[in-house]
């Protein structure tokens, strides 16, 4: 059990979107039911479960004859985001009006979109989230999507290069860098923020011998990112597990940084500064010196 976390804080923190298996390695069957019961969280199709926001984003889909776009859209296809959306995030053909007044309280914008009915594709929500988000958000439900095989690699990076001219540089970056292996938005979001670092390499889930599966590995650099979410902190043998993987890490030479779930999703500035340091004095044993990410990249 996770003590003092309810499983709507809990969902929100693995990207708004849970499966049944996941619930109840953390909580009892009958309080997943319960939180169902009140509305805490909804049930979105077989074995996966969501944020409430995934229904009201439906009836204001419904009430301005539009579908469900961005982030909206990917809870909707049972896809992790960075951070659910506080307003449904609503597209309306070009040639139908809606007035103002009926666009209060929704993200709205006007598009010629590919939808499944009620919500744009999953390929198309990738593309948009790619072309109008920031990269880590972006790269989070890019990643969740490789990873539940709702689209493929190579049609994520056609139908970026087929994107329209705006945006479609920020959504080949998306294409390229998402990776299925990564395991939720938190790990998306700190290999997202290693990217601003050129000689940084960090991919999801590498195996080492005597170690095991770390979350993220640069292996030319020799560095192993751990992504310390609930899931690993859950019960006293998941720590003891933790304590011989981060010794074994330590044992064979690796360097070995830590991250807790705060640090990626709302102190960044923490993550970045960390990584740097790291480089830094990486490099002084080399006798490199290590190029500064762009400032505008880091905002």
Known sequence: MLDGVEIDEYVHRVGGVATWGRLIEHF??????????????????????ALPQV??????????NGVLSLTSAALHHGLAVKTPPTRPHITVPRNR???????????????????????????????????W?????????????????????????AAAEQSPRTGRNAALRVAREADGRADNPFESVTRAISREFPQLTLVPQVTIHGVGTPDLVDEELGLVVECDSFKFHSNRSAVVNDVERYNAVELRGLGLLRFAWEHAMLRQDYVRDTLREWLNARARSDGRAVRQPCPRCAA
């Open 28 to 49: 009892a069957a009958a309080q997943v039911r319960t939180a169902v019961a009140n509305g805490r969280i909804v049930r979105i199709g077989h074995g996966r479960y």
């Open 55 to 64: 229904e009201r984003s439906l009836v204001a889909a419904r009430s301005l």
């Open 97 to 131: 009006k809606v007035s103002s007044h009926r666009r209060r309280g929704v993200d709205f914008r006007y598009a010629d979109v590919s939808t499944d009915g009620i919500a744009t594709t999953p390929l198309q929500t990738v593309i948009d989230c790619a072309r």
């Open 133 to 157: 988000l920031p990269f880590d958000e972006a790269l989070s439900v890019a990643d969740s999507a490789l990873r539940m095989r709702k689209v493929g690699k190579e049609s994520l990076v």
